[in-house]
């Protein structure tokens, strides 16, 4: 962490620095002769990040007003027909990058490139998550290139592309994101050299403003550390023995990780070994990692999901018929009892997965099901529309059966949508306006009551949400016929229903949208 130490001194100390005048000679003679091509330390100002946050380490905010600085804009490079200004863009500092159509720029790309060193050493951001940029583009994507150390020819760079929308955006851009271009090496954050904004391929008049590049880390849920645990989980120390909590502990239960929770050894494996520390002869399947020690000798032992140091595991002591021994500080790890753990795992399942969007369902019959499905597929929130029978007295009825009329089911559309996006009484309003509900068992030529127009309720919401709104069309003087029935199973209909006008490219013979409310 030496060198990250480095960066925050610099950055503090508020100085660029840039490389002797011989080196500004030759980024002249490279200006000059247009050989912006060769990477290889010339043509970029050595540049340090211009600060460290605790999240980021903002690369470039373009501000004009650093104490003794030259104008950022000499950080960066015009490559191709590129014009680079720094300027201010609806009261930001910017960087402005635009430049012609990169057909009559001979093939070479616009772009402005800095390079990211600082001093003479390449850019390490193994502790980032990846770049993260404040710009407005004109729509076009865009692309950042990184070069590295293992990036020698103009040719060889680590691409990853953005799109842009004519609005400020806050840009994430994670490591993994970058692909190799020309390049055999996976991208090395510990080594980077420049960083270049480039405009995207068979680009027409690039035109991008830039507020801010930085690197940033993604805030993480391990807990905070005290100076003590930092010492030993983070800079490998080791607690005295005899001292630690779960030295003499012998709970039913499981020990987890004290930094990340993730859960290492079950209390079966804990056995008494009188060596002064908690000891385990098995850890639980792929929550430990093992490393060679930095002595050379012994096998250090980490947690597998955030690293975190543990201690360290011996084997062939014969203290155990599994023969190994995790020697493991107490003050690495928390003990969860077995009822506490079992407590744990209820309220996780109970919870909702945050990764699956919330959907909810409604049930709606507006006469030929291929018309109330084609409105509501098109509605903004809506996840899935299936067609189907409702309300009815049959068993997996079949089309031919509902159009005798005499099943009771009525063709029927279900609706999957988000309710964060659209509500049902929105879903329900629609409905009511994109069909005649004044119609009884009926819609324009098809007649019968599996033409009925009916809400289907599946709980006391819908169900007040229904009749609230037929009070309303009421008002208004239509004579509602729209049935609001507790709905019964729905049964999907066959295959060739499904998605019928998208299928055939026709539109509703009998479904056409009327503001009423
Ligand atoms: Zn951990």
Known sequence: MEYYRVLVKGAIMGAKRRLAAVKAGILAVAIGAGLLVVWGGAGLAEEEPARVERDRLVIDDFSPKREGDSPTSKSWLAGGPAKVQIEKHEGRDCLHLTGPASA??????????????????????????????????????YAIHL????TRFPGQYYRAEFPTNGQWQDIKLPFRKFMANSVVQPLDTGGLMSLAVVAGTNESDANIYIDEIAFYRERTMYRELTPEEERIIIHKGTERP????????????????????????????????????????DEIPGAVRRQRDADGVRTEILCNNCGGHLG?????????????RHCVNSISMDFLSAEQREAQARAK???????????????????????????????????????????????????????????????????????TKITYEQLAKLFFETHDFTQLNRQGPDIGPQYRSAIFTLNEDQKKTAEELIQILRKKGFDVKTEVTPASKFWPAEDYHQDYYNKTGKTPYCHIYRKIF
């Open 104 to 141: 009559s720029s001979g093939g070479s790309a616009i772009r402005a490139e800095r390079s990211v060193f600082a001093r003479r050493r390449p850019l390490d951001v193994r502790t980032y998550d990846g770049i993260r940029l404040t710009a407005k583009g004109n729509g076009r994507p």
């Open 147 to 150: 070069r590295t150390r293992a």
């Open 242 to 281: 005899f001292t630690g909590k779960y030295n003499d502990h012998f709970a039913k239960g499981v020990y987890t990780c004290r930094r990340c929770g993730a859960e290492l050894y079950e209390s079966s494996s804990k056995f008494r070994s009188h060596c002064g520390w908690p000891s385990f002869d």
């Open 312 to 324: 360290h595991v011996f084997t062939g002591e014969g203290l155990t018929p599994k023969n190994v």
């Open 349 to 419: 399942a109970e919870q909702p997965d945050p990764n699956q969007p919330r959907t909810e369902r409604a049930l709606f019959a507006s006469g030929c099901f291929w018309g109330t499905e084609y409105h509501f597929q098109r509605a903004d929130g809506v996840i899935s529309t299936t067609v189907g029978y409702t309300g009815g007295h049959v068993e997996n009825p079949t089309y031919k059966q509902v159009c005798t009329g005499r099943t009771g089911h009525a063709e029927t559309t279900e609706v999957i949508y988000d309710p």
